[in-house]
């Protein structure tokens, strides 16, 4: 499957942006979306996961109350919402996918995610 990233932006502290990854070549319904981020100076880091095949989701603590992940079959999409948006939370976020559902235990790890999209860029500042 490929994937491909809407862009990202530039966003105040407490406002809200969507990060589309839309996929070609397969369906996503059969595949975990893996979320993962890079913030400047840092290690990137899995902060979500979804399956739609049986509606999974898990978020680390940072984005949990303030992410959502989800998608759309028909259009073969994936979505990452952020609510609330932190200045910690600027990053460049990329989505990933592999076949199968996310698992508590290993949805963080890139190793487990064969597909990855561009990384886009989401700046959260004033």
């Known amino acids: 499957v490929q994937l491909q990233a809407s862009e990202g932006g530039l966003v105040q502290p407490g406002g809200s942006l969507r990060l589309t990854c839309a996929a070609s070549?397969?369906?996503?319904?059969?595949?975990?979306i893996g979320w993962f981020r890079q913030a400047p100076g840092k290690e990137r880091e899995g902060i979500a996961c979804f399956s739609s095949s049986d509606n999974n989701r898990y978020y680390v603590d940072s984005v949990k109350d303030r992410f959502t992940v989800s998608g759309d079959n028909d259009k073969n999409e994936a979505y990452l919402g952020m609510n609330n948006l932190k200045p910690e939370d600027t990053a460049i976020y990329y989505c990933?996918?592999?076949?199968?559902?996310?698992?508590?235990?290993?949805?963080?790890?890139?190793?487990?995610?064969?597909?990855w999209g561009q990384g886009t860029l989401v700046t959260v500042s004033s």
């Open positions: 990933a996918s592999a076949v199968g559902w996310c698992d508590y235990s290993d949805y963080k790890l890139e190793r487990e995610y064969n597909s």
């Open positions: 070549g397969s369906k996503l319904h059969f595949h975990r």
